[in-house]
Nanobody, 120 residues
């Protein structure tokens, strides 16, 4: 059974940092990504990583501030978020699949989400 379990969300002041974790189990996929979705808005791609070679992809809005990484021994994907802004506030989801890394339709499994709140 495939499971993706996110953790690490919380409340932080603008300019602060958080690290999200996504513990995976059940199967290894080629692509792991982080997405976010605010109420009433579309799901937005944040970052993705290829499990085999570690290639990474980022949305322009987070490039230079967020870093995605993986730990093969722990089957965990991380999202280090620095220089957080109030507009980063929303629920963040971990996802796994085999498709194009920046396209949410290529992801087959999703975690339950973790809330990130950045205060100004």
């Amino acid at each position: 059974q495939v499971q993706l379990v996110e953790s690490g969300g919380g409340l932080v002041q603008a300019g602060g940092s958080l690290r999200l974790s996504c513990a995976t189990s059940g199967r290894t996929f080629s692509t792991y990504g982080w997405f976010r979705q605010a109420p009433g808005k579309e799901c937005e791609f944040v970052a993705a990583i290829m499990w085999s070679d570690g290639s990474t992809y980022y949305a322009d809005s987070v490039k230079g501030r967020f870093t995605i990484s993986r730990d093969n021994t722990r089957n965990t994907v991380y999202l280090q978020m620095n220089s957080l802004k109030p507009e980063d506030t929303t629920v963040y989801y971990c996802a796994a699949g085999y498709g194009a890394p920046m396209n949410r339709r290529g992801y087959l499994y999703w975690g339950q989400g973790t809330q990130v709140t950045v205060s100004s």
